[in-house]
């Protein structure tokens, strides 16, 4: 079981930068990809970004590439997701998420846990 923690929503005005933080509670937490998700109002859940478990590969959706930077630190169990040059249409819950099962296919194609979500809200 991966139980998986978010952290570091807020409101910032388009132009700025905010940094996400999951904090996860499973041992082998070097040995699973993450990712990290976010759904808009009215809207469904859309992939954001993921990194590998050796944490050297990186995939993220052309939405945000070159904008957000997903990055882990394997002796905390973090992950983080560090948004700059933000836009009101990233308003969104953000949530962490973890595949079902260590390793696996990559990019993963199914995630088994997920956070509570942390509430991002750019404003114009």
């Known amino acids: 079981q991966v139980q998986l923690v978010e952290s570091g929503g807020g409101l910032v005005q388009a132009g700025g930068s905010l940094r996400l933080s999951c904090a996860a509670s499973?041992?082998?937490?070097?040995?699973?990809?993450m990712g990290w998700f976010r759904q808009a109002p009215g809207k469904e859940r859309e992939f954001a970004a993921a990194i590998r478990w050796g944490s050297s590969n990186t995939y993220y959706a052309d939405s945000v590439k070159g904008r957000f930077t997903i990055s882990r630190d394997n002796a905390k169990n973090m992950v983080y997701l560090q948004m700059n040059s933000l836009k009101p249409e990233d308003t969104a819950v953000y949530y962490c998420?973890?595949?079902?099962?260590?390793?696996?296919?990559?990019?993963?194609?199914?995630?088994?846990?997920w956070g509570q979500g942390t509430q991002v809200t750019v404003s114009s």
């Open positions: 998420a973890a595949p079902g099962n260590p390793y696996g296919s990559w990019p993963p194609t199914g995630y088994g846990y």
């Open positions: 499973t041992r082998t937490f070097s040995s699973y990809a």
